[in-house]
């Protein structure tokens, strides 16, 4: 495994991984969001080799990344709230579920069989290397099945180590939550996954209200719906009041834990009680939390709004019991 800093050569960084990724191999690679785990959407063997690297149990559909609409176009077929949606937040941190068109190149594992594709245009370097490359990149985050997503470079390096070939080193993941997904059908517009970008913008540019679905377990639903996902080892207790000696605990906004002075570590995701600044640092905490907890990880209260939706969500099903 090689790590590779952005930074330092561009040029390298996206000729190197486009040789890897034309060969079938897996890089992973910054995203706005956090680090993907990339291969060849179009390459069977390829997307597999996701599944194998992140010990996926199941064979879960992926979402698949863009250069842009024009590349999007290409797979699948945008209604006109799909088209504005993506106007308006492409590139950036919303995937869409969209119709797959019948002769799309897309491998069935990468959707998992599925008539419907998730597509999302990342920022940055992200962006460059896919138009380079020319074909789309399933890419899952950069994490064992289960685990805390990653979004720094050495975080994906401590957890799939050498079960990836190229690491680019990017810096830390500006968002630091994965994208929020939304399905726009012909009646409204689904929220799949609260993420990255807070619903109420995406209600703000579609003037429409987002329905959640309450079903728990649907049929498509993927790893990052299933409730236990991104535990770290610890056990995590949200919402908490008190914390007890050896507690990790992770606070925001100064809020004191009654008990918190007996604590391993305090950790605030944002003294100044910015979400934004606490989606970044969420998922770098919990991995801290669970490094230093000798008891329970133990979370106090986070806010609901704006970011704090998928903040919570997460914290959630970090907390929910392991299956
Ligand atoms: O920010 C992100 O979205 C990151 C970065 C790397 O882009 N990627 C990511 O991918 O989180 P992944 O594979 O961990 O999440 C895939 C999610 C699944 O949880 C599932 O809910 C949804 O995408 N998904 C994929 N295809 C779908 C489909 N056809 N219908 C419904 N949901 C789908
Ligand atoms: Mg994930």
Redesign the pocket.
């Given at each position: 495994m090689t790590i590779l800093s952005i930074a330092q050569n561009e040029d390298r960084a996206r000729k190197d991984a486009c040789g890897i990724l034309s060969e079938g191999g897996l890089v992973a690679l910054p995203?706005?969001?956090?680090?993907?785990?990339?291969a060849d959407a179009t390459n069977g063997e390829a997307v597999a080799r996701i599944f194998e690297a992140k010990g996926r149990p199941r064979f879960?559909?992926?979402?698949c990344?863009m250069s842009g609409i024009a590349m999007a176009r290409r797979y699948v077929e945008f209604n006109a709230m799909a088209e504005r949606l993506a106007e308006t937040f492409w590139p950036g941190?919303l995937?869409l579920?969209l119709p797959?068109k019948a002769d799309a190149a897309i491998h069935p594992l990468a959707?998992?069989g599925?008539d419907?594709?998730?597509v999302?245009v990342?920022t940055g370097f992200?962006q460059g290397l896919i138009a380079e490359f020319d074909r789309p990149l399933?890419?899952?985050?950069?994490n064992t099945s289960g685990k805390v997503?990653s979004t720094t470079a050495d975080h994906v390096a401590a957890d799939l180590g050498n079960r990836v070939r190229l690491i680019l080193d990017g810096g830390p993941a500006a968002?630091g939550?994965?994208?929020t997904?939304v399905?726009p059908t012909k009646t409204g517009i689904e929220l799949?996954?609260p993420?990255?970008l807070a619903a109420a913008e995406i209600e703000a540019a579609s003037g429409m209200r987002l329905t959640r679905s309450t079903e728990a377990a649907p049929a498509?639903?993927?790893?990052?719906?299933l409730r236990s996902?991104y535990a770290p080892g610890a056990h995590l207790r949200i919402n908490a009041q008190t914390a007890a000696a050896g507690d990790a605990v992770i606070t925001f906004a100064g809020k004191a834990i009654p008990g918190d002075e007996h604590a391993s570590i305090v950790l605030d995701l944002s003294p100044s009680g910015n979400l934004r600044e606490a989606a970044a640092n969420l998922f770098d905490f919990m991995k801290r939390a669970d490094t230093a907890a000798r008891n329970q990880i133990v979370v106090a209260p986070i806010p609901k709004e704006g970011l704090g939706e998928a903040i919570n969500d997460r914290l959630e099903r970090a907390a929910a019991p392991r299956v």
């Open positions: 995203t706005e969001t956090v680090y993907g785990l990339a879960n559909p992926l979402i990344h941190p995937t579920v797959l959707c998992a599925l419907t594709l998730a999302r990342p992200a399933a890419a899952p985050s950069a997503s968002i939550l994965e994208s997904i399905k799949l996954r993420g990255g498509i639903e993927a790893p990052g719906m996902h």
